[in-house]
């Protein structure tokens, strides 16, 4: 899962020291925890920390943002002694730069969908801390209401429903095309729902090629189908290019200058903290892509990493910090889901958490994680990117040429 939120750095890494001060007497050297998260996000952590009670050691908490992969770089005195990695599909490409995982955890990181991520030769270099759910929409049900309209059981029906609310005088989607993970998000759930074999297989090849094939195009076009409708998202193309993942949820539930967003489970206290009214909140999740077909539902989640060396202090942390409980304020905060859990959460993530654990469901890890450099923002977040500019609201003639276009510009990626 890419990170949603830039962390607020100066011309350092801002540190905050939590646990005991033995550190700053030179008694004992810190824990440094490197994250992705800033705002709420890292005060609900800070939270979980403070929750672990008393530590014979320090914790400081490194906030990197998006250059979180900047903390396999060389090592020093100051370098994390461990990542809570928001891209569990970079484990298999640092595996000289980690630790094993401690023999009491292994276990925790061979559950599912992480396995094949985090375990490498019958050794786990992984432990699962946060799992997300990257195929939900959040909706204001009063506008639904009001024009009508119920959640779509089918992508035609997402479709008609866009159209409908558009007729009506209202903007249905807000798009965070600023944080190119959420379009890759949403190619993903489309490729995901019409050929799951090829999605598979893409996750798993050791040379992907996604130009190669002929579903992703078609992915391509159905997507684009969405989102080159006149009027169909919230301030434009313009806006939509520059607006970051709090500020869309923001868009529908702050401002409520649109109808919907696609956002995982982790929008939650964004939405609580900014929605106008409070009870007027749902949670649809992406529907399949034609009839009799299963719906697609795409995970990502932060896993935690022990950097080489390792200590016995962050094998400690690691431990406490993978206890059943330990999560406890994060969950009570929201926004926040624990692998293989269906309690404890508001009625929505509730819905999430039972989606991701029921038998049958068509369930694949982020494939923009596992495509390597593909994935990142100078492969697909800049294809979809550049797609988004061409059909941004002129209307379905635009999609093909700009489907060839992106497919050209996806080869150029690929080498």
């Known amino acids: 899962m890419r990170s949603s939120r830039r962390a607020f750095l100066g011309a350092a890494a801002t540190l905050v020291v939590a646990g005991c001060s033995s550190d700053v007497l030179g008694l004992r050297r810190s824990v440094r925890v490197a994250v992705s998260w800033s705002g709420q996000e890292l005060r609900a952590f800070h939270k979980v920390l403070d929750g672990l009670g008393r530590l014979d050691y320090p914790v400081e908490v490194v906030p990197l943002g998006d250059d979180i992969s900047t903390a396999f770089g060389a090592r020093s005195t100051r370098r994390p002694d461990i990542v809570m990695l928001p891209q569990p599909g970079l484990v298999p490409r640092h595996l000289h730069d980690l630790e094993p995982i401690p023999d009491d955890l292994a276990d925790l990181g061979r559950a599912r969908l992480w396995k094949e991520q985090l375990v490498h030769d019958g050794t786990t270099y992984g432990v699962p801390f946060k799992t997300a759910h990257k195929s939900a929409v959040w909706y204001r049900p009063s506008v639904f209401q009001q024009v009508g309209v119920q959640p779509p059981r089918l992508w035609a029906d997402w479709l008609d429903l866009n159209r409908t609310l558009t007729q009506a005088g209202v903007t249905p989607l807000s798009l965070a095309a600023g944080d190119g993970w959420v379009l890759t998000d949403f190619l993903e759930n489309v490729l995901l729902g019409i050929?799951?074999?090829?999605?598979?297989?893409?996750?798993?090849?050791?040379?992907?090629?996604?130009?190669?094939?002929?579903?992703?195009?078609?992915?391509?076009?159905l997507l684009g189908t969405m989102?080159?409708?006149?009027?169909?998202?919230?301030?434009?193309?313009?806006?939509?290019?520059?607006?970051?993942?709090?500020?869309?949820?923001?868009?529908?539930?702050?401002?409520r200058r649109a109808a919907m967003v696609l956002a995982s489970d982790f929008a939650e206290p964004v939405v609580r903290s900014f929605a106008a009214d409070p009870d007027d909140t749902g949670v649809f999740t992406f529907p399949p892509l034609e009839p009799g077909a299963a719906a697609p539902v795409v995970v990502g989640g932060d896993v935690m990493v022990l950097p080489k060396p390792t200590t016995e202090d962050a094998r400690d942390l690691v431990r406490r910090l993978a206890a059943p409980t330990a999560t406890d304020p994060w969950i009570k905060e929201g926004g926040f889901l624990v692998d293989g859990q269906v309690s404890g959460y508001s009625p929505e993530l509730t819905r999430l958490a039972e989606q991701l654990t029921r038998p049958g469901e068509q369930l694949q890890f982020d494939l923009s994680d596992l495509l390597g450099r593909l994935g990142d923002i100078n492969g697909l977040w800049r294809v979809l990117t550049d797609f988004l500019t061409q059909i941004g609201g002129r209307g379905a003639a635009v999609v093909p040429e700009a489907v060839d276009a992106a497919m050209s510009e996806l080869r150029e990626v690929e080498g």
């Open 227 to 255: 989102w080159s409708a006149p009027g169909a998202l919230a301030g434009g193309v313009k806006r939509s290019l520059v607006q970051q993942f709090p500020d869309a949820v923001v868009e529908v539930f702050g401002h």
């Open 195 to 221: 050929a799951p074999a090829v999605y598979a297989g893409l996750a798993t090849a050791a040379d992907p090629r996604p130009s190669r094939q002929p579903q992703f195009a078609a992915a391509l076009r």
